[in-house]
């Protein structure tokens, strides 16, 4: 009996490679469903993320619904958006395993403040200095300076399956308004949105959830 019994068990080997082959495929999954690791590459969302901020982004929102206005997205590159040195890549064979099962933070990517979605009407500025987005100004809390964004006037109609996004760092974001003249016109396609940011978790001094902003709740629907 315990003869039968030891044969039904695979050796050590072949269990070990059992479980690394779970082990992966479950990081593949959760990655592709779940979460994934990123990095900042630039300053362009200070004082919310400094450059090589490590986070989390969840993608469960955006299982049943497109991104809204005060969203923290990333975004894959649209196309020239980054330079050659904020395309950080893995460089080793072990950090290349680490980001294909989502535990390497991923470079290639963007990450900005989503300001206008589908059908809406984004324009800078009032005389205050504030955007209006269909119409309503908006207060904005998370800028590093505030009063730069009237630095660059503008008045786009976002399109259907589309996003206007912005970096909080206004000075120094080379975010939708610095594409309008390009192909594209400075949108980004919904379909290139990875995930929402959820998680800070390096460095540990800085650690904590993504805090969400109420500056976009008085915004009405565009009109049809």
């Given amino acids: 009996m315990t003869q039968q019994a030891d044969k039904r068990h695979l050796p050590i080997w072949q269990e070990t ?37 490590r986070l989390l982004v969840q993608k469960v929102s955006y299982w049943s619904g497109d991104p809204d206005r005060g969203d923290i997205v990333v975004f894959d590159d649209p196309g020239g958006w980054l330079a050659e040195d ?14 294909v099962v989502g535990l390497y933070p991923t470079g290639g990517h963007l990450i900005k403040r989503v300001v206008g979605v589908g059908g809406d009407t984004v ?43 912005m970096g909080d760092n206004r000075d120094n974001s080379a975010d939708s308004r610095a594409h309008m003249g390009e192909p594209g016109g400075g949108f980004v396609p919904v379909s290139d949105v990875v995930g929402k940011a959820w998680l800070r978790v390096w460095p540990f001094d800085r650690g904590g959830f993504v805090d969400g902003t109420d500056a976009f709740d008085d915004v009405a629907e565009p009109k049809k």
């Fill in 123 to 165: 324009r800078c500025c009032t005389d205050d200095g504030r955007l209006t987005v269909n119409g309503t100004p908006i207060t904005e809390e998370y800028p590093l300076d505030p009063s730069v964004t009237a630095d660059t006037p503008f008045e786009v109609k976002v399109p259907q399956g589309y996003l206007w996004v």
């Fill in 86 to 99: 904020e395309s950080r890549a893995a460089t080793n064979p072990v950090q290349k395993a680490l980001e």
């Fill in 17 to 53: 490679i059992l479980l690394v082959v779970t082990a992966v495929v479950i990081a593949v999954v959760v990655k592709t469903f779940f979460l994934q690791a990123f990095y900042i590459p630039s300053g362009s969302m200070e004082p919310t993320m400094v450059e090589n901020d």
